[in-house]
């Protein structure tokens, strides 16, 4: 009788700290289609962890889900995940958060300035992009910072041969601030399709 006692004791305890285990090391829940996870074809349905690479093809989409934080993949999007940050390489994310997770974008570093927040965050064809959707953001690239509203956008062209007129004004060269013209996981993931094929290469 005691021991039946003991092993359902063992059982109940099992059930809350694997769980609480999981989300101490940082992992995700990764829903995907036409993905890979550091290099190999992912699950419809996985687990990632901290420095797991995910990179979504030109026909698919992946969401990470983790304790009230949703961020989506679009096509042709490649992210480093981290519990408390992503590291986005290329593409885009779309973040909704109720944890103040933030984006690492090149030397810039974009955090929530309260800990609920929906924003976007894209790096295509030379053009960084930084959207506070909902909540504002704060952005640093480590002696700099700047608090983005919502409903504004920061835009960076990395192509640019001289700084964007005004980009100096708060604080963050290259950087120019306007009010978002469109948003949309849906129109991110068009500009990515229809600009990968616009370049034509060089002589």
Do not use: H
Request: charged fraction near 10%; charge should be neutral.
């Amino acid at each position: 009788m005691l021991r039946a006692l003991l092993a359902k004791l063992v059982c109940c305890v099992l059930v809350i700290a694997v769980p609480a285990a999981a989300a101490d090391m940082g992992s995700a829940v990764l829903a995907a289609n036409a993905a890979s996870v550091n290099g190999k074809t992912a699950a419809p349905t996985s687990t990632v962890f901290a420095g797991d690479q995910v990179t979504v093809a030109e026909n698919g989409q992946a969401t990470l889900s983790v304790g009230g934080t949703t961020v989506n993949l679009p096509a042709l999007s490649s992210i480093r995940y981290g519990a408390r940050q992503i590291q986005l390489d290329s593409g885009a994310v779309s973040v909704s958060t109720r944890k103040g997770v933030g984006v690492k974008l090149g030397d810039v570093s974009v955090v929530p300035a309260t800990a609920n927040a929906r924003y976007q965050v894209s790096a295509v064809n030379g053009v960084q992009r930084i959207q506070a959707l909902e909540g504002a953001l704060t952005v640093s690239n480590g002696t700099q910072s700047y608090t983005l509203p919502a409903g504004k956008e920061m835009t960076r062209n990395l192509r640019a041969a001289a700084p964007q007129t005004g980009a100096e004004d708060f604080g963050l060269p290259g950087w120019a601030v306007a009010g978002i013209i469109a948003a949309g996981l849906a129109v991110m993931t068009g500009v990515i399709v229809a600009t990968q094929g616009d370049e034509s290469p060089t002589n």
